[in-house]
């Protein structure tokens, strides 16, 4: 018997992935000076905390969603920290989320349409895809915000 | 015989994946005014049009090493742009490029070790996600340089 395998990711690549990404927003997020993390931004846009706090809750509370089959709606009002250790633990915390939970995703389910926070009714592939995309996104803003406050960012290729 | 598939994105969806990043990085180097697309920066980084020009640089030629397996260096002195209709010219003439050889990167390759530009001994599919994580990343930094000009930029998840 042949079996076509049309696919050119695994599930733990995809993790491994996304992981590495974490550690270099992690690190972005330490650059930051602390007033400047909850106070610097450029036209108009969110500070780098703010960005931060999106990204604490998409992640963990997805996966959760996901696995509990709940479509709860999408709040950033669970976390609200009060400096750069808060959002550091709080990243910490939810990196381990993350793992607990996407370890209870079967394969078979990526491909399935799950409607996340009652508004996002896609392949749950294509939402942690999102997830990390929109990580990226903001996290290419916070390279901004450092450069002009005179700071070196972190190597965009560091992910360990 | 039972085959246990540990995948969860096809050759197809990843290609669909970056074509889509593409567009929005399109619209994004049309949302800048000709002047500020060559002259804009922020914190001494490079305008949008050499992000832009990083981007062209990467994707086709890329493929079409990894397709004809050459190592050859990363050079960006072939694409000199005059105007913003340059570049999206060359961007849309790239993308095609970066189609067609695509196509022509068969499955069981993905997860072979290519040596890129002589130097990114990666595989292929690692080196691929690369491309599409960098181009988020700079593009990020086209939407802080787009809202400092004041310009509203295009909406994230607007991929079509």
Redesign the interface.
């Known amino acids: 018997?042949t079996?076509t395998?049309?696919?050119?990711?695994?599930?733990?690549?995809?993790l491994k992935?996304w992981l590495g990404?974490r550690n270099l927003t992690r690190r972005v997020i330490e650059a930051f000076p602390e007033k400047e993390l909850f106070e610097f931004s450029?036209?108009?846009?969110r500070t780098f905390a703010q960005l931060a706090t999106e990204l604490i809750s998409i992640g963990g509370p997805a996966l959760q969603a996901i696995v509990s089959d709940e479509e709860k709606t999408y709040s950033e009002e669970a976390f609200v920290p009060r400096s750069k250790e808060d959002i550091l633990k709080k990243w910490d915390e939810e990196t381990e989320v993350i793992k607990a939970y996407y370890a209870q995703i079967p394969?078979e389910r990526?491909?399935e349409t799950f409607n996340l926070f009652g508004e996002y009714n896609f392949p749950i592939?294509d939402n942690i895809?999102?997830f990390i995309?929109?990580e990226?996104?903001?996290?290419?803003?916070g390279?901004?915000?450092?450069?002009?406050?005179?700071i070196e960012p972190p190597f965009?290729?560091e992910r360990g």
């Open positions: 018997m079996t395998i049309s696919a050119v990711l695994s599930k733990e690549d995809l992935h990404h450029i036209g108009g846009m394969e990526f491909g592939v895809f999102y995309d929109n990226i996104h903001h996290r290419g803003q390279y901004v915000y450092l450069r002009a406050l005179g965009f290729w």
